[in-house]
């Protein structure tokens, strides 16, 4: 079998979960908190709020931008399915656009095609390592 990918977990990082396994706080506290407001201060955002899974991130990204019955979001089919699940879930409607054949993410003339009224985001999904080309979605 041909590995999707290869974990880089070193010996501080299974201590650290160790550590936090062994605790009072295994889904909130200092440590938690810590990492928002370093990871806020990394990519120079005021906030940052960790969420407990990947899909969860989704649904509160999808519910701070507004998205609601009857939007549309644009997406890549080549994605795990909470990207479009949670569309469904706020009401709204997941349109596809084709990806780009060498990196795999969003092909952006694909998704202008898509854009129409009633479009209210373009949900851009890195893929396999490679990023999607965010200067020509923009």
Do not use: C
Request: net charge negative.
């Amino acid at each position: 079998m041909i590995p999707y990918s290869h974990q880089a977990i070193g010996s501080d990082d299974i201590r650290a979960v160790a550590r936090i396994l062994a605790s009072d706080w295994l889904t909130q506290g200092p440590t938690i908190e810590h990492f928002e407001r370093e990871l806020a201060g990394k990519v120079g955002a005021r906030y940052a709020v960790a969420f407990s899974s990947g899909t969860a991130a989704l649904h509160g990204s999808y519910a701070a931008a507004g998205i609601g019955p009857m939007d549309e979001i644009i997406t890549s089919p080549l994605t795990f399915a909470a990207t479009a699940n949670i569309a469904l879930w706020q009401g709204a409607i997941p349109i596809f656009a084709d990806i780009d054949e060498i990196t795999g993410t969003l092909d952006p003339v694909e998704a202008e095609k898509k854009i129409t009224k009633k479009t209210k985001a373009i949900v851009v999904v890195d893929y396999a390592g490679l990023p999607a080309d965010l200067d020509a979605l923009r």
